[in-house]
């Protein structure tokens, strides 16, 4: 049956006038090794009563008490059984005690001896140890609470104490524990006390040496473990980082993990530029119960904790609001920053910029909200400083692979529209280069040939070349555009003099043709349309001749233009002529004219480049376009969509980029801002 009661509980009680004191385990065994070599140097045979917490920890020193057990036959050693150890009567008495009982978490050594006297009654701070916590045991950081003393009265009533629960564990014993008392607690002739002090001074010096070392060891432990732990946490965010192109996957990974490596209640990694006045928070890390400032507009211009880190290029830190700033350049805590700093409990502020190259790309916001906060460590710094860094390296990688998606994709429009060439070449300058190689050819081989027959053939040649040249300038136009190299120019301008720039287009080029009558009904007065001109009239344009090519001379145009929304107006420009089939109304059949070029030439007799570049420049402006039709021989309809001009929603939006963000806070920052490449 197990005791639970602690000895040095016991022996405290009994002697209330000691204290005890901290020991590390180094220092122990060494205290241990010193009273056990006084015994092995002398000559007396003392009572030795040695506890151990498991069985391993004897078999380690098991070696020491055989050589012990030969100065004297009062060797008691106990230890809790893991395998081999029980009790037994060989070189020494050994007790196994059950591992429930309280020696099982103490330290205990007492010898008493006729010139030497020394206890040493411990406990482990840790508690009940478990047996596979190896690396635990072992450590020699290990701290005892306990009485370590050469009194020979404190070293007597331990002594009787571990005799009790010798007693208990093994009462066939009792025989020769009486001896032990008799001769060692209860002598006929009274023992010097004085005998053993004369080491004590050098001993206590040595134990002081080994826990001043003790500490000095776990200081250095701490400071390694804590650099340790950050420099996992840097690696940490730089894999996190580089697993992802994704600048939003970036800040989001980077907000999580230095938020809860470094265990603040809320963390920020927001984007901005030099010139902006508010950033909007889309990533934050946030202690349950603070209020959230994800989605809120956070103010960066007027701002003068942000301005001073930007314009110290470094970081900023707060201890605590309203005390000084760390750093050179102190700014004014602003009322309305103060107010912001109260409403989402911000105690105290760490401010580091994400900067690439003295290029701002953001900003590392970390807020304590919490009064008993500590002050911001220089590690602490040094550590956001160098993930900010590493922030700024995978943005840039990510605005390079942008960059580079965006190169791919003109590079493959670029691809595609050389195709489309050579096919469209291929299959629509055949015809024209015939004619024109026929017609020189005859002219050429035909000395004879009358007068008549000689113009017709140069008309004809004429003709297909200003065709031929007409097509190349429609390829270039859609390459431009599809390539987006076009530099669009909107403005307010007027619709209905696009619309009649467009129509004396067409009637310059067709002098000799009869067009269908064109009709343009008045509207009622329209808004400005915002837009480029020149392009909005090569629009109006092509869908003209468009019109008036499939149209007869006896058929009609008519050109409409009406409301579409409060936003944007519709202009259609319809005709009576052959209209599309059904199953090649507006689709691809007429976007993607190479893909159906076939089709599309077999319907309407051209090539579908008209309308091919009238798509990529209404979506230019992003706009829409379509067709309508009832079917063959019954007209068809082409409309668009094109934005108007509102001067109010325009003077509002410029109202809006002068005034910043709803949480602007007034400036007090140098009005000279910071330029940056």
Known sequence: MSIPHSLLAELIAALPALRSQTYFKSSLTALSHAMEDQVLAGQEQPLIIASFQRERFYRQEAHRYRRLAEKTDQVYVLAAPETEFKHSSDAHETIAFSPDDSLAQEWHLV?????????????????????????????????????????????????????????????????????????????????????????????????????????????????????????????????????????????????AKLGEGLNVCRCLVYRCKIQDRHATISDEYLRSGLPSLRGQAWPIADNPLIQAAIAARGPLSVNHIGAELVGQNQPVLTPRLLELASHYAIVSWLLVPVLYQDRLLGMVELHQCQFAAPDWRTEDIELVEAIATQIGVALIQAEAYANLEDLNQQLEALDRTRSNLVAITGHELRTPLSTIQVCLESLASEPEMSQELRQVMLNTALSDAERMRTLIQDFLTLSQLESGRIQWHPEPISLGECIELALCNIRARNLKTDLPQINVPESPELPLVRADGEWLVEVLAKLLDNACKFTGAEGQVRVQVSRNSAQSLEVIVADTGRGIEPKFAWSEYLIDFIKKKERYAAVRGGTGLGLAICRQIVNGWGGEIWAESAGKNQGSAFHFTIPTFNLAAEKNSADRDASGAVLALPSASDPNELKTD
């Open 111 to 255: 010898i008493l001896g006729e010139q030497f006297t020394s206890c040493l009654v411990c406990q482990e701070r840790t508690g009940a140890i478990a047996a596979s916590k190896d690396d635990l045991l072992m450590d020699n950081s290990r701290r005892f609470e306990g009485i370590w003393t050469f009194d020979r009265e404190v070293a007597g009533i331990a002594a009787q104490f571990l005799l009790q629960r010798i007693l208990h564990y093994r009462p066939e014993l009792a025989a020769k524990l009486e001896q032990a008392r008799q001769r060692y607690l209860f002598p006929s002739t009274p023992l010097p006390t004085d005998s053993s002090r004369s080491s004590e001074p050098f001993v206590g010096r040595l134990i002081t040496y080994l826990q001043v070392g003790q500490y000095k060891l776990i200081k250095a432990n701490r400071s390694l473990a804590t650099k340790e732990q950050r420099e996992r946490l840097l690696n940490s965010v730089i894999a996190a980082m580089r697993d992802s192109l994704d600048p939003h996957e970036i800040l989001r990974v980077a907000v």
